[in-house]
């Protein structure tokens, strides 16, 4: 028998709100200072990436927030640890957002220079636009095309897709078996 208990709009799924702890811990430890070794605002920082998908949002006002801050260390983190991943997995929301930011803020501008454009920031036409936007060409990270055919003399030393990936054997000489 269904239960007949109305659902409380309020309440939100556990992932969300696990979500909405890991920001609000980050925020409790930002700005801090820098340390050697294992930083603890860096690994705040990295916990958030596994939420991107389910909170872009969020995390984009944290970004906005923590990426104009004057400590150079702070914005790399924010570079690298989340703004690029949010270009790369949210690109349609974050693109423009992340433009008009860099437009309107200097240090917004050199956080986004800090980070690597991947996913769909690689592709030729928007990277363009990012490397004008932050004053230098940035490196493009692009996923690899997966390689169906081997040659023989390849398989005959062991070496195979699940071994090495496709782009790591040198040399490519010799037939190509199916």
């Given at each position: 028998?269904?239960?007949?208990?109305?659902?409380?709009?309020?309440?939100?799924?556990p992932?969300?709100?696990?979500?909405?702890?890991?920001?609000?811990?980050?925020?409790?430890?930002?700005?801090?200072?820098?340390?050697?070794?294992?930083?603890?605002?860096?690994?705040?920082?990295?916990?958030?990436?596994?939420?991107?998908?389910?909170?872009?949002?969020?995390?984009?006002?944290?970004v906005?927030?923590?990426?104009?801050?004057?400590?150079?260390?702070?914005?790399?983190?924010?570079?690298?640890?989340?703004?690029?991943?949010?270009?790369?997995?949210?690109?349609?929301?974050?693109?423009?957002?992340?433009?008009?930011?860099?437009?309107?803020?200097?240090?917004?501008?050199?956080?986004?220079?800090?980070?690597?454009?991947?996913?769909?920031?690689?592709?030729?036409?928007?990277?363009?636009?990012?490397?004008?936007?932050?004053?230098?060409?940035?490196?493009?990270?692009?996923?690899?095309?997966?390689?169906?055919?081997?040659?023989?003399?390849?398989?005959?030393?062991?070496?195979?897709?699940?071994?090495?990936?496709?782009?790591?054997?040198?040399?490519?000489a010799?037939?190509?078996?199916?």
């Amino acid at each position: 028998m269904k239960s007949t208990r109305p659902v409380e709009e309020t309440s939100t799924p556990p992932d969300r709100k696990e979500g909405l702890r890991a920001i609000a811990k980050a925020e409790r430890l930002l700005p801090g200072t820098p340390r050697k070794g294992s930083d603890p605002r860096w690994q705040a920082i990295l916990m958030l990436e596994d939420f991107i998908p389910s909170h872009p949002e969020e995390l984009w006002e944290f970004v906005l927030r923590w990426g104009k801050h004057m400590q150079a260390d702070l914005r790399s983190a924010i570079a690298c640890c989340l703004l690029e991943h949010l270009l790369a997995d949210q690109f349609s929301l974050i693109f423009p957002r992340a433009c008009d930011a860099a437009r309107k803020s200097r240090r917004f501008r050199d956080t986004l220079g800090r980070c690597n454009w991947i996913g769909q920031a690689a592709r030729p036409r928007y990277a363009v636009v990012l490397d004008r936007l932050v004053g230098k060409k940035r490196p493009r990270i692009r996923r690899a095309k997966i390689r169906k055919k081997w040659t023989e003399k390849e398989l005959l030393k062991g070496i195979t897709p699940t071994l090495c990936g496709p782009d790591l054997i040198p040399s490519r000489a010799g037939r190509e078996l199916d």
